[in-house]
């Protein structure tokens, strides 16, 4: 594509999809190496420029993710969507130790979208590290009132209270981000940009509570076990439905593209599975309990993707969508 031609919609799409998908399996050299590619043709591209300060965060490329970030908030809206990118900013910030800039941006994102859940957590916690105080707990239960069912908000009120040595609120703060979602406790090993702040917030708080000696209630094990197998099988489904949707879109124009693609999304099923050790054992138990349907219903969405991208035709993907349905409203309907 010549250099001076902004790409079409549908072509900066797929440049965004494939860097998507490069960043969840931890690839994010060539994550970057794609947005680099769409911003080169189309610099004013605020959703490429987002996306990739936030894959320069996930890849300890702080310096560069500034960078990104500066330039990207001079081209965006002064509006709320310029929030991600000034989220953006304050991480790269923190992570440079820079913290009265840091404490700025924080600011400016709490008066750019006082009523968005996301924009008050992430000032707060970007507040909690840089400089602390009563602002950055009124944010931070600004967000869980505006998002109650989120665990990253109360996980961030845990965050912020725990620096403030606030140990019963942050106790209890950590105890619902984890019934709210049981594999918080995993958090950390997430690679990726979909869950960026979440990873950041989780190994931040479990730093500071094994610093501060903070016990942290957990929930029942059986439900813990259930709840976590089913979030897994709701993101497997999700992520297939989601890319046989894609890859059926593209079939027409470019079939070899569309089977390239759907290998890339079994990679990213197989990266939300790399750690059976913390699934595995509890399969069995969760299927006698009633998942059982879910989970065959996800797995034969994914060999039926893996079929397409080996053999194509559009039986795989119709077969792939219907299972992808299936495991995601069966194991919904489990909660």
Do not use: C
Not at 36 to 49: D, G, S
Not at 82 to 91: D, M, S, Y
Not at 293 to 315: K, N, Q, R, T
């Amino acid at each position: 594509m010549p250099s001076d031609a902004a790409p079409d919609q549908s072509a900066a799409d797929g440049y965004l999809q494939r860097a998507h998908l490069l960043a969840e399996l931890g690839r994010y050299d060539e994550g970057i190496g794609e947005l680099t590619a769409l911003i080169a043709t189309e610099p004013a591209h605020v959703p490429a420029l987002t996306m990739l300060a936030r894959m320069h965060l996930a890849a300890d490329q702080p310096a560069e993710a500034l960078a990104v970030a500066e330039t990207a908030v001079e081209k965006a809206t002064a509006g709320p969507e310029a929030v991600p990118l000034l989220v953006a900013r304050g991480f790269a910030l923190l992570d440079l130790e820079r913290w009265k800039p840091a404490a700025a941006t924080a600011d400016e994102i709490l008066a750019r979208a006082p009523g968005d859940a996301y924009a008050q957590r992430s000032a707060a916690a970007i507040l909690s590290a840089s400089r602390n105080g009563q602002a950055a707990l009124d944010a931070a239960w600004r967000g869980v009132e505006l998002s109650p069912d989120e665990p990253e908000a109360h996980l961030v009120l845990g965050l912020v209270a725990v620096r403030l040595q606030l140990f019963d609120l942050a106790e209890r703060a950590y105890r619902e981000a984890l019934r709210l979602d049981p594999e918080l406790g995993e958090a950390g090993q997430d690679v990726g940009v979909a869950r960026l702040e979440r990873r950041r917030y989780a190994e931040t708080l479990e730093h500071l509570t094994a610093m501060a000696d903070l016990p942290v209630a957990r929930p029942d094990p059986a439900r813990t076990v259930d709840d976590g197998i089913r979030r897994l099988l709701l993101s497997v489904a999700g992520l297939s439905l989601v890319a046989s949707v894609l890859v059926g879109a593209l079939a027409p124009a470019s079939p070899g593209a569309s089977r390239l693609f759907a290998v890339l999304a079994v990679g990213g099923v197989a990266v939300l599975l790399r750690r059976p050790a913390t699934w595995r054992p509890g399969l069995r138990e969760a299927m006698a309990r009633g998942l059982v349907v879910p989970v065959y219903a996800a797995a034969a969405a994914v060999v039926l993707l893996l079929a397409y991208a080996l053999v194509g035709g559009p039986w795989p993907l119709v077969g792939a969508i219907t299972a992808s349905v299936v495991a995601g409203f069966t194991a919904f309907a489990r909660r």
